[in-house]
């Protein structure tokens, strides 16, 4: 059926995609987040700088195809924290409207931090290029807090707040019955939903207990102690985030010392990402007047995504990482990016090697008009030899937090450790969310597929079935 007929059939039709209620939410969440920590918008300067720069270096030699260079500039990605199953299954509704779907499951305790996560993001390779905004999103794993009389004070806590707005609600509720939103629900939609992620200067318990809380964890105190979920941060994509990390201290930015993630390479894999420090805010805590407190949550971070890597891939990533980290925590960070760096040696750098020995996950799509005489047209590495056929590296869209949360930890040294004893508890966190969370591999292993089996239908009819796509 052709989205003409649709148009017509359907009163669909009148309904905002969600993409583009997506698209505004990304911008109103990020002209909030700028309004709120101005250093935020400081670093999106530098971005947009360090991005113009590199694209314009690469116009001749190796321009980035048009619908990923449109993406870059709204490019983001939050997190947040939650504290209960409802909050957690009422956010998944409420992300749904907007096209954005939980994919992958972080175990974070076993890097000591008492949560468990997915990332709320478009899952389709068509969404992802209109606006890939994707929310981190962590539930506080009550269970984990030792102290009975604490957990119970947690629990009480968590019971008793409401973090979505009556509008959100209700609208969600609409939006359920009748399938879509108009522009005037979409608009209030965004702007009801965007007060459940705002900063909040008041804290809904005493000092004294807050600091009861935060000595359990600090996760536990900045989820537990406040009316809601406040984004505590928003993170724009780089291209070179070696240029990003330079400028920041040019332009007063406290960044932290190391960038997270492989090293920098020719070919960027996964994800490297770096930070600038935790502000300390003022917080009024308890009734009335209150005690003046402070809490610290709310920072900035910038990334740089590369290639999306197969099993294989992430393993061979992940035993690297695992062995630049073994140095342990008595180098300095110098010492660290030369360890890094040469244990990586053992991953290849070279688009050709990655995909020959499937490592990364490509999309293929066909070149030639016709396939040169003596090619086998069902034969994949043929036509990629042939020039019949090129093969794209595919952006990794999703987290790597264990690595990240891994490397603070050892930082910390053994005093600061703290292994929590969990048991796999991915089902509780999936009854919670109210579905399973999509496995990243497989999404990413689709899309490669479906692009192979266009190729190996032949050339000329995958084009011609891309010339008619909307
Ligand atoms: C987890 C944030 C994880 C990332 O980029 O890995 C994340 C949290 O502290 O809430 O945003
Ligand atoms: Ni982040």
């Known amino acids: 059926m052709s989205s003409a007929s649709a148009h017509a059939a359907d009163p669909a039709g009148d309904f905002v995609s969600p993409d583009g209620i997506r698209d505004r939410f990304a911008q109103a969440m990020s002209a909030m987040y700028r309004d709120e920590v ?5 670093l999106l300067d530098i971005v947009a700088d360090v991005n113009a720069r590199v694209l314009r270096a690469a116009e001749d030699s190796a321009p980035m195809p048009e619908a990923e260079r ?12 939650v504290g209960s199953a409802r909050e957690l299954g009422m956010l998944r509704r409420m992300f749904a409207i907007m096209g954005m779907q939980p994919v992958g499951y972080y175990d974070l305790s076993i890097a000591g931090v008492p949560v468990h996560s997915t990332a709320f993001r478009p899952a389709d390779p068509d969404a992802l290029a209109r606006n890939p905004f994707r929310i981190f999103t962590s539930l506080l794993r009550l269970e984990l807090i030792e102290n009975p009389e604490l957990r119970t004070l947690a629990a009480r806590l968590l019971d008793a707040r409401e973090i979505f707005t009556p509008g959100a609600l209700r609208l969600t509720e609409e939006f359920e019955a009748r399938g879509g939103f108009d522009q005037q629900q979409a608009q209030d939609f965004v702007g009801e939903l965007l007060q459940t992620f705002r900063w909040h200067a008041r804290a809904t318990v005493p000092l004294e207990l807050y600091r009861r809380m935060h000595d359990a964890h600090r996760l536990v105190a900045d989820v537990v102690c406040f009316r809601g979920p406040h984004i505590n941060h928003l993170t724009p994509r780089t291209l070179d985030i070696d240029a990003v990390q330079q400028e920041m201290p040019r332009r007063g930015i406290a960044a932290k010392e190391i960038i997270e993630g492989p090293p920098r390479r020719r070919v960027p894999i996964l994800l490297r990402q770096t930070s600038f420090k935790a502000l300390a805010e003022q917080v009024r805590f308890g009734d009335g007047a209150g005690e003046i407190g402070a809490h610290t949550a709310r920072f900035g971070e910038v990334e740089q995504r590369g290639i999306a890597l197969t099993p294989k891939g992430r393993a061979l990533y992940d035993e690297l990482l695992r062995e630049a980290n073994a140095g342990g925590a008595q180098s300095g960070p110098e010492d660290y990016e030369a360890r890094l760096e040469r244990v990586f040696q053992a991953f290849p750098d070279d688009l050709d090697a990655i995909r020959r020995q499937g490592l990364g996950y490509f999309d293929y799509a066909p070149t030639a008009e016709s ?3 003596g090619v086998d047209a069902g034969d994949l590495e043929a036509l990629v030899a042939a020039g ?3 093969a794209r590296p595919i952006v990794y869209e999703d987290f790597l ?22 048991a796999d ?15 990243e591999f497989a999404l990413y292993e689709a899309q490669q597929t479906a692009s192979i089996e266009r190729c190996l239908r032949g050339p000329a009819t995958a084009r011609d079935e891309a010339r008619h796509l909307p």
């Open 38 to 42: 101005p250093q935020y918008g400081a």
């Open 70 to 81: 449109a993406r870059l500039g709204v490019e983001r990605h939050g997190a947040i924290r």
């Open 371 to 373: 396939i040169p005489a």
């Open 388 to 390: 019949a056929v090129r």
């Open 401 to 422: 937090p264990v690595s990240a949360a891994g490397i603070f930890q050892s930082n910390l040294g053994d005093a600061a450790r703290r292994a929590f004893q969990a």
């Open 425 to 439: 508890a991915r089902a509780a966190f999936e009854r919670a969310l109210g579905c399973a969370a999509h496995d």
